[in-house]
């Protein structure tokens, strides 16, 4: 079963549709999407480049040839996973290429395929933290920038970078292609099962497309971030002995 990509792209011109209509009258919804575009340049640029580093350091040159190396973020943003992400809060870069007969010979291939659809969600979380970090120091060192301002947008900024993060690593965790997850479950099955899940690529990438259309992802994801952001927020907030407003 394949899915026409200008399905896709009939369908996110309706959901972006729907969303403009709504911003044009809530200008506290505009103001929160242009705090997240920021974040979500950071958080598919990096991610994608943790994909990228982690099959060069691999053995797979396949990345560097096509210029995935480098931070720039046009080098790996996805029109619809980008837009989703601004949108939703969650979604999707430019997948890396990879060619796993090119990983080094001293590592099983399945293996190397898991650590490399690993890394990109790994960086998110680790982004998450930073971040967090980077919150709470503000909040508790520099109370008084904070209260002005430019402080408060700055503080708004960081806060989405977190939450962006998270919804990025968590929602590519999913193990349905085209996602991360669907790549680092299939390092841990038996050949016939992977052979199988293979096989049947487009009819998962189906049921992805289903429970994106139909909010049945946001549903399942939505709980999961507020959940580990609170989680990390609670953590780093700990370690400096300071109350947050989460």
Known sequence: MYIDRKVLYIILGLFILSNVVGLLTDTNALLSLLLTLPAVLVAITFHEFAHGIAADKLGDDTPRRQG???LNPLSHLDPI?????VFAGFGWGKPVEIEPRNFN????MSVAETIVAAAGPIMNFILA???GLIYVILWKFASSFIST???EIVLLLVRSCVLVNIGLGIFNLVPLPPLDGSKIISGFLPYNIRN??????NIFYAVF??????GIAGMIISPLISVTYEGIM???ASIFKVNIMI
Not at 81 to 85: A, D, N, R, V, Y
Not at 105 to 108: A, E, L, T
Request: glycine content about 10%; overall charge positive; proline content about 0%.
């Open 129 to 131: 933290i930073v971040f």
């Open 149 to 151: 301002q430019i402080g």
């Open 209 to 214: 497309v289903i429970i994106w259309i139909t």
């Open 196 to 201: 199988w899940f293979e096989n049947y690529y």
């Open 234 to 236: 609670g953590l780093v």
């Open 81 to 85: 996973g980008t837009i989703m992400l």
């Open 68 to 70: 995935r190396l480098n």
């Open 105 to 108: 010979r001293n590592i099983k």
